[in-house]
């Protein structure tokens, strides 16, 4: 009687253990549920919907489309259809991948989706859909076609970096040379000696001014003749100095009047508004400052 109990106490247990088992294990839909859940959750986790469609293809029967997807899949049809511009396939973009995130196994969308990202130059973003579409088993044939359609892809994506690679390297030169330029634009104008002149040493240094003036990429510092001495006439005018950048405070560039050998160099204020002249060769030597009027 004892043993026949014991016997009855243990068919028991298993036969409860096996009801709780049966309780606590997930049907398929219930894990595809599951699944969609979390992928909701982070959109664009590729391996989640690799997961998925794996999952998908052992059920039987297959899950239907839900009206949810189907709509945003007929908007994203739409959009796409009459899209002229980046803007208008993004959108349909969108709703492709709405579509997807709530039938994410869904065959055709993978493929339109692709379609269309390839249209908004998406490349990369269209490979990983592509491929998609290939885990969805579609035969074959397509299979192969889709293949092919990756290595498409793959040349366009390559061609758009490189493309991307020239405008970037365009734009950081067009930058470097726009602030190259700037400073030396900050000093166009006319400039006047600042300090007071000694006519026992530089009789006719007040017959003269500079002006300066952007020609091309360089900046020309012109010697203007202002009251006529020797053989120099009113507004005759010869090139001092032609800089092509500006480093730091000083001026970079070729001094053209000046034949003597020596040291000479231009410093520029910090607020743009004086510049120094330094001089040293075997006559003499000294500095000139001279400030914009």
Request: charged residues 30%; neutral net charge; hydrophobic residues 35%.
């Given at each position: 009687?004892?043993?026949?109990?014991?016997?009855?106490?243990?068919?028991?247990?298993?036969?409860?253990?096996?009801?709780?088992?049966?309780?606590?294990?997930?049907?398929?839909?219930?894990?595809?549920?599951?699944?969609?859940?979390?992928?909701?959750?982070?959109?664009?986790?590729?391996?989640?919907?690799?997961?998925i469609i794996r999952h998908v293809q052992t059920?039987?029967?297959?899950?239907?489309?839900?009206?949810?997807?189907?709509?945003?899949?007929?908007?994203?049809?739409?959009?796409?259809?009459?899209?002229?511009?980046?803007?208008?396939?993004?959108?349909?973009?969108?709703?492709?991948?709405?579509?997807?995130?709530?039938?994410?196994?869904?065959?055709?969308?993978?493929?339109?989706?692709?379609?269309?990202?390839?249209?908004?130059?998406?490349?990369?973003?269209?490979?990983?859909?592509?491929?998609?579409?290939?885990?969805?088993?579609?035969?074959?044939?397509?299979?192969?076609?889709?293949?092919?359609?990756?290595?498409?892809l793959e040349a366009k994506q390559i061609k758009?970096?490189?493309?991307?690679?020239?405008?970037?390297?365009?734009?950081?030169?067009?930058?470097?040379?726009?602030?190259?330029?700037?400073?030396?634009?900050?000093?166009?104008?006319?400039?006047?000696?600042?300090?007071?002149?000694?006519?026992?040493?530089?009789?006719?240094?007040?017959?003269?001014?500079?002006?300066?003036?952007?020609?091309?990429?360089?900046?020309?510092?012109?010697?203007?003749?202002?009251?006529?001495?020797?053989?120099?006439?009113?507004?005759?005018?010869?090139?001092?100095?032609?800089?092509?950048?500006?480093?730091?405070?000083?001026?970079?560039?070729?001094?053209?009047?000046?034949?003597?050998?020596?040291?000479?160099?231009?410093?520029?204020?910090?607020?743009?508004?004086?510049?120094?002249?330094?001089?040293?060769?075997?006559?003499?030597?000294?500095?000139?400052?001279?400030?914009?009027?």
């Amino acid at each position: 009687m004892k043993r026949g109990m014991k016997y009855a106490i243990a068919i028991l247990f298993v036969t409860l253990c096996s009801w709780s088992f049966v309780a606590q294990a997930q049907t398929p839909r219930e894990t595809l549920n599951q699944y969609i859940s979390d992928l909701q959750k982070n959109p664009n986790d590729y391996a989640l919907k690799e997961k998925i469609i794996r999952h998908v293809q052992t059920m039987k029967p297959a899950p239907a489309i839900p009206e949810e997807a189907r709509r945003h899949y007929v908007m994203a049809r739409t959009l796409f259809d009459d899209a002229k511009s980046a803007q208008d396939f993004g959108l349909a973009i969108d709703e492709f991948k709405k579509a997807l995130t709530v039938a994410p196994w869904w065959q055709e969308a993978y493929l339109k989706l692709s379609i269309a990202l390839k249209a908004a130059e998406r490349y990369g973003e269209a490979i990983e859909a592509t491929k998609l579409y290939m885990a969805t088993n579609p035969g074959e044939e397509l299979s192969r076609k889709a293949q092919d359609e990756i290595y498409i892809l793959e040349a366009k994506q390559i061609k758009a970096q490189a493309e991307k690679a020239t405008q970037e390297k365009a734009v950081t030169e067009a930058a470097a040379v726009e602030k190259k330029q700037k400073g030396l634009r900050d000093l166009v104008g006319n400039w006047y000696r600042k300090m007071p002149y000694d006519p026992k040493i530089e009789p006719y240094a007040a017959n003269a001014h500079y002006r300066s003036e952007m020609r091309g990429d360089e900046l020309y510092i012109i010697y203007v003749i202002d009251v006529p001495y020797w053989d120099w006439i009113k507004g005759e005018e010869r090139i001092f100095y032609m800089a092509n950048r500006l480093e730091g405070n000083k001026l970079i560039g070729t001094f053209q009047r000046l034949n003597e050998p020596g040291t000479y160099e231009v410093t520029v204020s910090p607020d743009f508004n004086d510049w120094e002249f330094y001089y040293s060769n075997q006559y003499s030597s000294g500095r000139q400052t001279y400030t914009r009027r």
